[in-house]
């Protein structure tokens, strides 16, 4: 029997809408929201009493940025290195304290997954259904491997596995070391999905996979064998928009092994990660995967509603409206305040405990639609069109 305390004491880091219909639906499936055409009407950001201010230490531009579609490439960081891509296949190293360019790819095929930064190794996947392994001191190619078909989530670790999942429903397993094939997972999609999947979080004896059909699969990462297996977000309504249920964040999982999880027109749903006992749940709409710091876990909705919710109940300890519809990223966390970027190029500092807004800067006027990435008061945001800059918080 897989135990708590294994899950909370293997867990590696992590480097994540309301029905519509129509025109505005139909782009958000496709991937072709962009900046001019958002699928709601976005709230006018208003002046505040700033309290934090985000002093940019260095800027640079990676390639040509994340391409008409978007591609959720986020960057990644791990220790002094930190990672950016765009998506036509250019991979870049920065010093993280001072923006030092230390190496530039190009790895000649179009990238289509956030980074993955562990153990020396820099993973990501391709729209060619490509996974790839570089090597963080020079870029150099270690492996590529194939897998069924693209690739929008960023390939997650454990000591010996990298798993990987496609847009067609199939989670592959691959040896970190050789890229070799050690199992594959298959599931049924429906006919309609959102654009994108599901990421795995992936610990030493399993790994959890929430798939486009509402169910949350737990897989044996021996063998590729589910263990258990639940509904999380049940198909409603007439049509097939209304009947998106997927599960296109990444699982969170609390040290005494509380699993939380998001879904698309579903619930927030809390679990006991051994058995798949429903802890809690709410009804909570969100695409993205949510932040857990603490007792508290924040959760961007899908229409851009920042919550605070009591991991240990599921209570709301407070919410945020004021950029509503304002395609906020999931969630990040530097110092002290929740960090989401927006389809109009602003990071927002939100402070953790009160919920207020704290700080906003302007970054690029493109648009930010991938998670910032951070380290203590340090955040590393990626605009759509390539502009990478590094900020620090202060006071």
């Known amino acids: 029997m897989l135990s708590i305390s294994t899950f909370s004491k293997r867990t590696l880091p992590t480097p994540i809408m309301r029905a519509a219909l129509g025109a505005a639906a139909l782009a958000l499936l496709a991937g072709c929201a962009s900046k001019s055409e958002p699928a709601y009407t976005p709230k006018e950001l208003k002046s505040f009493e700033a309290s934090s201010t985000l002093e940019t230490l260095w800027q640079h531009d990676v390639g040509d940025g994340l391409g008409r579609a978007h591609y959720p490439i986020a960057p990644a960081r791990e220790g002094d290195n930190v990672f950016a891509a765009d998506a036509q296949g250019v991979v870049m190293s920065f010093s993280a304290n001072d923006g030092e360019e230390r190496w530039e790819v190009d ?28 090597d963080q001191s020079d870029g150099s190619v270690n492996w590529r491997a194939r897998v069924s078909s693209e690739v929008l989530a960023a390939p997650q670790a454990n000591p010996e596995l990298l798993v990987v999942q496609s847009i067609d429903g199939q989670v592959t397993a691959l040896d970190r070391a050789s890229g070799d094939e050690r199992w594959v997972f298959s599931s049924s999609l429906p006919s309609l999905t959102l654009r994108g999947t599901g990421t795995p ?68 749903v809390a679990l006991d990660a051994t058995r798949g006992n429903v802890l809690w749940e709410r009804e909570l709409s969100s695409r993205h995967s949510p932040l857990l710091v603490g007792d508290l876990l924040f959760v961007v909705t899908d229409d851009s509603h920042l919550v605070a919710i009591d991991s240990t109940n599921g209570q709301e300890v407070w919410r945020n409206d004021a950029l509503e519809d304002r395609w906020l990223t999931a969630p990040t966390f530097a110092d002290g305040r929740v960090v989401v970027g927006d389809f109009e190029g602003y990071v927002h500092l939100i402070d953790a405990r009160e919920g207020e807004l704290v700080g906003r800067t302007e970054v690029d006027s493109s648009g930010i639609s991938v998670p910032a990435v951070t380290e203590g008061d340090v955040i590393h945001v990626l605009a759509n069109d390539g502009h990478f800059e590094t900020l620090e918080v202060s006071p």
Do not use: K
């Not at 980074?115 to 392994?133: D, K, M």
């Not at 169910?215 to 639940?230: S, V």
């Open 107 to 134: 790895l000649d095929t179009p990238i289509s997954s956030a980074l993955t930064a562990i153990a020396g190794q820099v993973y990501l996947g391709t729209r060619n259904g490509e996974v790839i392994s570089l």
């Open 201 to 268: 979080l992936v610990i030493e004896p399993v790994s959890f996979v929430g798939l486009a059909n509402g169910r949350l699969t737990t897989i044996d990462n021996r063998n590729g064998q589910p263990l258990w297996d639940m509904q999380i977000a049940t198909p409603q309504g007439r049509s097939e928009v209304e009947r998106l249920v997927d599960l296109a964040g990444q699982p969170i999982l609390s040290r005494e092994g509380r699993l939380f999880v998001t879904s698309y027109n579903g619930q927030l």
